[in-house]
C-alpha cells in the first residue's frame, strides 16, 4: 500500500487500489438493498427524539415495559463523560435541555435517581444553569407534565389558523417543519394538559426538582424584558407585547371564536395525515397531533390517533444499542443516491438493481391534489418527490432534483420521459424570486418571524439555499446534456435555461469565505460549495467556480481527506477545518472533479485517503466507517448523522475518479 505521505503517488497503482476499493463498495450497496430493491438507513440525531417518544407513551399512558430496558441502553450509551446528552456525538459540547429530556426519560423508566449516569447528568444541569436554561420546546414538554408552569411558555392562541395566507403571519409563511408542528400546538395551549407521572398529577410536580438550581422560582421569562426590547428591537419588542396580552387574558380562551378555530386545527391536522399515520415525515408533528387530537375527544382506537402511534413506531430503529427513535426517515434520499453512485460507479446501467431501485423511486413519485406548496403555487402541476416513505403533502426541491439525476443516469433516453418532465416542471415552478431554490417552500423567507417568542431556534422559515441551488443546476445541466441525443419540450428547455441563468445569479451573490457557499443541509461551507461547483460544471463558469476550487484545495487536510465542524455554523472562520471524514472527504472530491482532472495532486491524495479508510467489511463488500454528524436539520440546534452518507458519497467520487481515468476495465461487481 502506498501513503497520502508519499512525496508522489503512483497514478497506476492508485487506480487499481481505487477500483478495488469501488468494487468492494458496490457489493456492500448490492447486499444491503431491501427486498424491494430500495436503500433505507438509520439517521440519527439525539435524544431527545427518544425521550419524547417515553413522554407521549407516558402522556398517553401506554406500555413503557417492554422496551424499558433497550431504550435505556440507548440513552445511556449516548450519554457524554461528563453526564450530559448532546446535538451531536463526540467532541461537540452537551445541551441543556438535550440532557434534561433525556434524564426525565430515564427517571420515567424507572433508572433510579442515584445511579451514576443520573448523579453525572444532574451535575451537568446544575454547572450550565438548570432546568431554567432550557429551549422553548423543552419548556412545553415539561409544562404537559407540571414540571414547568404554563404560564412559562408563549401563548399560541388556535385563531393562528384562521389567518388568510396573504397574511405575512399566516402559518403558510412559516416553513413546513415549522407549520405542521405549530399547527397541534395552539389545542395543547388551550388546554393546558398536566399528564401524570410516576409519582402522580399536579400542576406543581417536584418529579425533577432536583435539576432546577431553584425549585421555588419555576416562572421563568423566556425572552428579554420588554422596555429593553423597545430600544433594540422592534419587531421581537411587538411579538413580546401581543404574548404579554395573550397571558393577561388568559389565552383569550374564552373569545367566541375558539371553538371555531379549534376545530379548525383540528380539520387540518385530520387533513393533512397521511394513510399510513403520519404527518409531515418528522416526529415532532405526529407528537404534538396525536396529544391534540387525544385532547380534542379521540380515543385511542379511533383510527387518526391508532394510525398515529403506529406510523411513530415504524420511525423505531433497534439493535444492539438499543432502541431510538428516528426523527426522521430517509429511503427516497437513500435510494436515489445509492442509484447515482452505482451508475458513477460503472455498474451495468440495466443491471437489475438499479432498474428495481428506479422503478421504486419513479412509484413514489407525487401526482396527486396533496400538497402545502398549492397555497402560494396553485396552478403548477405536481411532480415532486418527499424524503420519506409516506409524505404526500411536503415533496422537496432536494429530493427532486436528486430523483432526476438517478432517472437520468441510469436511463438518458428519460430526459424525454413524462416523468422527468413533471419532475422538472415542479422544480421550475418552486424558484424563489432571488433565483434561488429552497427545499419545501417558495419564497419563505420572512426572517422576521424568527422574532417571535416560540422561536428560539431560528428555524420558522426555509429560504434559498446554495446547496440546493447547486443540486437543481446540476439535474438541469444533465438534463440538457441529455437533450443533445433525446427530443426535450422545446417550451421546457427554455424555461430551463432562463431558470439556471437566475440560479447561476444568485449563487453569484450569496458565495461567502473565500469563494466558499454556506451548507444548509449539510457540513457545511464543504458540503455547500462540492454542490455548487457539481452543478455549475455544466456550465463553465470558470471565474466563479476558481476561487471555490483554490479554498477546497486549501482547507485539504495532511492526511488527503476533508472535514469540517459543525461548530463552523457558530464560527465561520473554521469553515473547512476538522477531522476528516468519508461523506466531506468525498464531498471535497467532487467539488473538485468538476473541474479538475483526475491527475491533479489534491484530487489523488484524496481519493488515497478513501481507499485507505475503507476498513468496516460486511459480507463480500466493505464500507467506511464514520461516528461524526455531517448532515444538517437546523444549523446550530439540530443535526443528523446519516448512516449511508460515508458509503454512497465516496462511492460516487471513486467511480467519477476512475472515469477521469479512463480505466477499460470493467467492474464486475458481487451479484
Known amino acids: 500500500m502506498y501513503s497520502t505521505s508519499d512525496a508522489q503517488i503512483d497514478a497506476e497503482g492508485l487506480a487499481q487500489n481505487a477500483r478495488h476499493a469501488l468494487k468492494l463498495a458496490v457489493n456492500y450497496s448490492l447486499e444491503n438493498a431491501e427486498p424491494d430493491g430500495h436503500w433505507y438507513g438509520e439517521l440519527r440525531s439525539n435524544a431527545t427524539i427518544t425521550a419524547q417518544y417515553v413522554f407521549l407513551r407516558q402522556a398517553l399512558e401506554l406500555d413503557l415495559s417492554s422496551d424499558c430496558e433497550a431504550l435505556c441502553r440507548y440513552f445511556l450509551a449516548d450519554q457524554k463523560e461528563d453526564g ?93 417543519w415549522a407549520r405542521s408542528t405549530i399547527v397541534p400546538l395552539p389545542v395543547l395551549s388551550h388546554h393546558q394538559p398536566i399528564y401524570p407521572l410516576p409519582n402522580g398529577m399536579t400542576a406543581n410536580n417536584t418529579f425533577l426538582d432536583e435539576l432546577w438550581c431553584d425549585p421555588a422560582q419555576k416562572q421563568i421569562p423566556y425572552s428579554h424584558p420588554l422596555r429593553d426590547l423597545r430600544n433594540f428591537d422592534r419587531i421581537a419588542f411587538t411579538f413580546s407585547a401581543i404574548d404579554t396580552i395573550l397571558h393577561l387574558f388568559g389565552g383569550l380562551r374564552s373569545i367566541f371564536t375558539r371553538g371555531y378555530a379549534r376545530a379548525r386545527c383540528i380539520k387540518w391536522i385530520l387533513d393533512h395525515q397521511e394513510a ?46 438499543g432502541k431510538r427513535i428516528q426523527s426522521c426517515v430517509s429511503p427516497v434520499w437513500d435510494t436515489v443516491l445509492t442509484t447515482i453512485s452505482l451508475c458513477d460507479a460503472g455498474l451495468p446501467l440495466d443491471h437489475s438493481s438499479l432498474v428495481r431501485a428506479v422503478s421504486w423511486v419513479k412509484g413514489r413519485q407525487l401526482l396527486g391534489a396533496e400538497g402545502d406548496w398549492r397555497v402560494y403555487r396553485p396552478h403548477i402541476q ?38 422527468v418532465f413533471k419532475a422538472t416542471s415542479w422544480i421550475l415552478g418552486m424558484q424563489n424570486r432571488d433565483g434561488g431554490w429552497a427545499a419545501f417552500d417558495v419564497n419563505n423567507d420572512k426572517m422576521f418571524l424568527n422574532r417571535i417568542p416560540f422561536s428560539d431556534m431560528d428555524s420558522l422559515c426555509d429560504p434559498s439555499s446554495a446547496d440546493v441551488t447547486g443540486r437543481v443546476l446540476e439535474a438541469f445541466g444533465l438534463l440538457m446534456r441529455c437533450a443533445r441525443e433525446v427530443a426535450v419540450d422545446q417550451r421546457l428547455s427554455y424555461r430551463i435555461a432562463s431558470a439556471c441563468k437566475r440560479g447561476i445569479g444568485y449563487l453569484g451573490r450569496t458565495r461567502e469565505i473565500k469563494g466558499a457557499w454556506y451548507g444548509r443541509w449539510g457540513s457545511n461551507y464543504i458540503y455547500g460549495t462540492s454542490n455548487v461547483l457539481c452543478g455549475l460544471r ?25 472535514g469540517e465542524k459543525l461548530k463552523t455554523y457558530r464560527d465561520p472562520g473554521l469553515a473547512g477545518w476538522g477531522q476528516s471524514t468519508a461523506s466531506q472527504t468525498a464531498w471535497g472530491l467532487m467539488g473538485l472533479l468538476a473541474y479538475l482532472p483526475h491527475t491533479d495532486a489534491a484530487v489523488q491524495k484524496g481519493v488515497a485517503y478513501l481507499v485507505e479508510s475503507q476498513t468496516l467489511s460486511k459480507g463480500e463488500g466493505r464500507t467506511w466507517a464514520e461516528k461524526e454528524y455531517t448532515g444538517t436539520g437546523f444549523p446550530n440546534f439540530f443535526y443528523i448523522g446519516y448512516s449511508l452518507y460515508p ?21 464486475e461487481p458481487h451479484g
Open 84 to 176: 450530559s446528552w448532546g446535538i451531536a456525538p463526540g467532541n461537540y459540547p452537551g445541551d441543556v435541555s438535550v440532557t434534561v429530556e433525556a434524564y426525565l426519560a430515564l427517571k420515567i423508566l424507572g433508572v433510579p435517581a442515584n445511579s451514576q449516569a443520573m448523579h453525572k447528568a444532574r451535575r451537568f444541569v446544575h454547572a450550565v444553569g438548570g432546568v431554567e436554561k432550557v429551549r422553548i420546546f423543552t419548556r412545553i414538554y415539561l409544562a404537559t407534565f407540571g414540571l414547568f408552569p404554563w404560564t412559562a411558555v408563549p401563548a399560541l392562541p388556535a385563531e393562528l389558523i384562521l389567518i388568510p395566507s396573504f397574511v405575512p403571519v399566516s402559518i403558510y409563511n412559516f416553513a413546513s
Open 276 to 321: 399510513a399515520g403520519d404527518w409531515a415525515g418528522i416526529f415532532p408533528p405526529m407528537h404534538f397531533g396525536i396529544l391534540a387530537l387525544a385532547l380534542e375527544g379521540y380515543s385511542l382506537q379511533d383510527p387518526p390517533v391508532k394510525r398515529g402511534i403506529e406510523a411513530i413506531e415504524r420511525f423505531a430503529w433497534q439493535d444492539e444499542q
Open 382 to 419: 405536481p411532480g415532486g418527490f418527499s424524503f420519506e416513505y409516506f409524505n404526500t403533502w411536503y415533496p422537496d426541491v432536494d429530493d427532486t432534483a436528486a430523483a432526476i439525476l438517478a432517472f437520468l443516469k441510469q436511463d438518458p433516453t428519460s430526459a424525454g420521459a413524462s416523468h
Open 538 to 562: 455544466y456550465f463553465g463558469m470558470h471565474d466563479l467556480a476558481y476561487p471555490a476550487i483554490e479554498w477546497l484545495k486549501s482547507v485539504q487536510n495532511a492526511d488527503g481527506g476533508w
Open 647 to 667: 458509503h454512497y458519497f465516496p462511492i460516487m467520487t471513486l467511480g467519477r475518479y476512475l472515469q477521469g481515468h479512463k480505466s477499460d476495465r470493467e467492474l
